[in-house]
Nanobody
Framework: QVQLVESGGGLVQPGGSLRLSCAASVSIFRDNTMGWYRQAPGKQRELVAIITGSGTTNYADPVKGRFAISRDGAKNTWYLQMNSLKPEDTAVYYC?????????WGKGTLVTVSS
């Protein structure tokens, strides 16, 4: 059973930074893709960033230049560094792992950007 546990969410002022973490219960190998998604109130879940097994990254346009996805295979963990946060970044953030043909989701962590 694959389990993903997010951490690092919270309340931050506009312009601030947060780092989200997602820890997997399985070993992350080079052929797995990991990502972060978010869902704001009243909106559909959307892609934020992904990182492939080869290390290629891709970002949604609204977060390019502000967010960075990374991973640590030794810790089976990937991260989302969020800088220059804006109120419109407020959402529940979910991590996802594409693991040998199956998608697994974390339960989400709330990020609130407000003064």
């Amino acid at each position: 059973q694959v389990q993903l546990v997010e951490s690092g969410g919270g309340l931050v002022q506009p312009g601030g930074s947060l780092r989200l973490s997602c820890a997997a219960s399985v070993s992350i190998f080079r052929d797995n893709t990991m990502g972060w998604y978010r869902q704001a109130p009243g909106k559909q879940r959307e892609l934020v960033a992904i990182i492939t097994g080869s290390g290629t990254t891709n970002y949604a346009d609204p977060v390019k230049g502000r967010f960075a996805i990374s991973r640590d295979g030794a810790k089976n963990t990937w991260y989302l560094q969020m800088n220059s946060l804006k109120p419109e970044d407020t959402a529940v953030y979910y991590c996802k792992l594409f693991y040998y043909g199956t998608h697994y989701w974390g339960k989400g962590t709330l990020v609130t950007v407000s003064s």
